[in-house]
């Protein structure tokens, strides 16, 4: 079946620096890749999704990719700010339209 | 906008005894409802998918009669934890979508205690 790992836990980063998280899939079908954001006490929202390998998703300044070849999407932000700090979840939901297999999720904390 | 409701957002319950959650679209018709659990230190583990019209979907490790669920018209779903122990503990999620839609709208989650 269907699956996502996402092995950053934790990243703490200042204001302005670049943000990189990585997820490899593992799939049976032509998936879309999600990435969602959630914040305290809060359900997850999504930010950004990629449907198409080498395609990009821009979406408050976030990107997201991903990699066909190796089976690996990253989210990036170029400059970061405080108010980023929230946890990270890529996503992948199969093309047969099944609800969307979740990372183990990236808290993210950015300093002032 | 779409929008999805959950209630209650806390609970607390007994061990051994069983609790009713509920999920509320607004806004957009859920003909889809995901419910997932968040364990301590856990991501976002699928329960089980209803269509509506269609049989509901238990993911493995998740079942009926443990989890029932109830998806009676585009705007509702409701889920029972039945026999409710310390494993079943954490933030239970209901995502909802559309049709056509590929985007799951989240509630902010019922947050199970037991004890």
């Known amino acids: 079946g269907d699956s996502v790992t996402q092995k950053q836990g934790q990243v703490t980063l200042s204001e302005d620096d670049f943000l990189f998280i990585n997820c490899t899939y593992s799939?049976?079908?032509?998936?879309?890749l999600l990435w969602y954001v959630q914040y305290l006490g809060q359900g997850p929202q999504l930010l950004l999704k990629?449907?198409?390998?080498?395609n990009k998703g821009i979406s408050r300044g976030f990107e997201a990719t991903y990699d066909k070849g190796t089976t690996s999407f990253h989210l990036q932000k170029a400059s970061v700010q405080e108010s980023d700090s929230a946890v990270y979840f890529c996503a992948l939901v199969g093309n047969n339209n099944n609800a969307p297999r979740f990372g183990a999720g990236t808290k993210l904390s950015v300093k002032p | 906008g779409a929008l999805v409701y959950q209630y209650p957002r806390r609970t607390i319950c007994k061990s051994g005894t069983s609790m009713r959650m509920e999920c509320q679209a607004v806004?957009?018709?859920?003909?889809?409802v995901a419910w997932y659990r968040q364990s301590p230190q856990k991501t976002f583990e699928l329960i089980a998918l209803?269509?509506?019209?269609?049989?509901?979907?238990?993911e493995q490790n998740f079942t009926q009669e443990k989890f029932p669920i109830s998806h009676p018209n585009l705007s509702f779903s409701s889920m029972t934890v039945l026999n409710a122990y310390l494993e079943d503990r954490g933030l239970y999620l209901c995502?909802?979508?559309?049709?056509?839609?590929?985007?799951?709208?989240f509630g902010p989650g019922t947050r199970l205690t037991v004890l």
């Open positions: 990629v449907t198409t390998a080498n």
């Open positions: 995502g909802a979508r559309d049709l056509w839609g590929y985007e799951q709208y």
């Open positions: 806004g957009f018709q859920a003909t889809s």
């Open positions: 209803s269509t509506v019209n269609s049989a509901i979907k238990y």
């Open positions: 799939t049976t079908t032509y998936p879309t």
